[in-house]
């Protein structure tokens, strides 16, 4: 499995162990607010650890939990992700998805672990091309992508939410 660090970071990936800092994070509607509306149950994130731990065993990549090198405090997700979701248009690309916790926002540390994931696909990979989706009134992340090179090629739904889609060359 692969763990990527950054200067401030350490990504690695979802394991068990990061259950109990994943139920604060994902529990939390504050975090959550954009991705699924509201905070997740128990129940929830122990499917979403599950399934996190699957993509990895399954095709190699999947969500880090990444976590400050000094005191080890759970600062978000990363992920490079394939879950074949029922969108139009499809995804034809890996999708990077992302999550910083909001006491970690506004400190650049969603830039340090999108670009680490980033560089970890473009070179693994080799992947010529990724996307992303976002909520369309999540203007920090539609900030962030813009950051990393992502510019929008769609509007669709997912789920029946509204999202923007967002293409990026590897550089």
């Known amino acids: 499995m692969t763990v990527l660090i950054t200067d401030r970071l350490t990504l690695t990936p ?8 994943l139920c604060a994070l994902f529990g939390d509607p504050a975090f959550t607010r954009h991705i699924f ?7 929830e994130v122990w ?10 065993e399954a095709l190699g990549h ?6 400050l090198k000094d005191g080890g405090d759970l600062v978000g997700t990363f992920g490079v992700l394939d879950y074949r979701r029922e969108i139009t248009p499809a995804f034809d690309a890996p999708e990077l998805g992302w999550g910083v916790a909001p006491r970690f926002q506004g400190q ?7 670009s680490a994931a980033l560089a970890w696909c473009d070179d693994a990979l080799n992947a010529a091309r ?28 997912y789920k029946d939410a509204p999202v923007v889609l967002l293409e990026r060359t590897a550089r």
């Open 14 to 21: 979802v394991q068990v162990s990061d259950f109990p800092d």
């Open 62 to 67: 999947g969500n880090w939990a990444a976590r």
């Open 37 to 43: 509306g509201r905070g997740l149950s128990a129940e």
């Open 130 to 157: 990724t996307v992303c989706m976002i909520s369309p009134d999540n203007a920090p992340s539609h900030a962030l992508a813009a950051r990393a090179g992502y510019t929008p090629y769609a509007e669709t739904t």
């Open 108 to 114: 650049g540390l969603a830039f340090e672990g999108l």
């Open 47 to 56: 499917f979403r650890t599950l399934r996190d731990i699957g993509h990895w």
